[in-house]
């Protein structure tokens, strides 16, 4: 099953009480029951970078899944008055689940650093902003670029494509410390530049490789043992209304389509 199954790539953007943009919103409450569907099926999560260097080390019997976040919009991680985590925020409701049992923190993240939406720039609180991503990955999740300020990357020259990938990295990486290296990275729009070359360079010395690159829909991703998965092309699940758990229907009635990991894997 490691070389033909699928895996969920499942993408977010808004998590919101008011719903003013149905198809780019979840209620908390919707993503409350998104992870606890997730964990009732069997399903575990891993980062977007273990899935492009085919780690897959899941326990016996479950299924990989990716949750990512676009847009760093505040209801992904917020932190109230008294320093504490909004347990009513998308990270508050996975450190939940995780302290529940049978869940880990890992889920991508892809970040903007600099756009006229301020409330967008590292999910808002912007004295935080350095707390916020070293907690992130001190946790154990992943931090990846969504460009420094969301530019459709087939619109912009190759230059300035490059000035985006290299110092948005720079960026995060700086903020973060620790050594820590940004692998991953969303386009804005899922907008693709005319060559995927871009997503490798340097911009005035500062060197960039993004290894897993996703798009914004398509449907379930292709095990990254088959010959069929590229790593710049990772397909992904536009989870609103109810998409998730018609998908999960879908693979209970197909389970030979379901990628399982009853042993750990690895692909260089």
Request: proline content about 7%; hydrophobic content about 35%; overall charge negative.
């Amino acid at each position: 099953m490691l070389e033909t199954g699928r895996i969920m790539v499942l993408m977010y953007h808004i998590i919101a009480a008011e719903v003013t943009r149905p198809e780019w919103t979840r209620t908390p409450a919707d993503f409350r029951d998104d992870i606890a569907l997730l964990k009732s099926e069997g399903y575990y999560p891993i980062n977007l970078r273990d899935l492009a260097h085919g780690r897959v080390d899941v326990p016996a019997g479950r299924s990989p899944v990716v949750l990512t976040f676009d847009d760093s919009t505040p209801g992904q991680y917020r932190l109230l008055s008294d320093g504490s985590l909004d347990p009513e925020c998308a990270v508050g409701i996975m450190q939940t689940a995780v302290a529940e049992g049978d869940w880990a923190s890992r889920a991508t993240f892809f970040t903007l650093l600099d756009t006229e939406a301020s409330e967008r720039v590292v999910f808002g609180q912007p004295e935080k902003k350095s707390e916020k991503l070293r907690n992130l990955v001190d946790w154990g999740y992943e931090v990846g670029s969504h460009t420094i300020s969301h530019l459709r990357l087939n619109e912009i020259t190759a230059e300035e494509a490059r000035r985006q990938l290299a110092l948005s990295k720079v960026m995060l990486e700086e903020m973060i410390g620790g050594g820590y290296e940004v692998e991953s990275l969303a386009p804005p729009y899922g907008a693709y530049p005319e060559s995927d070359s871009v997503f490798t360079g340097t911009y005035q010395g500062v060197a960039y490789d993004y290894r897993a690159v996703v798009e914004v829909g398509d449907g379930p991703c292709p095990s990254p043992f088959s010959p069929d998965f590229r790593p710049s092309h990772i397909p992904r699940v536009k989870v609103n209304g109810t998409a998730l758990r018609e998908l999960v229907e879908y693979f209970k009635r197909h389970p030979e389509m379901r990628l399982w990991a009853g042993r750990t894997g690895h692909r260089s």
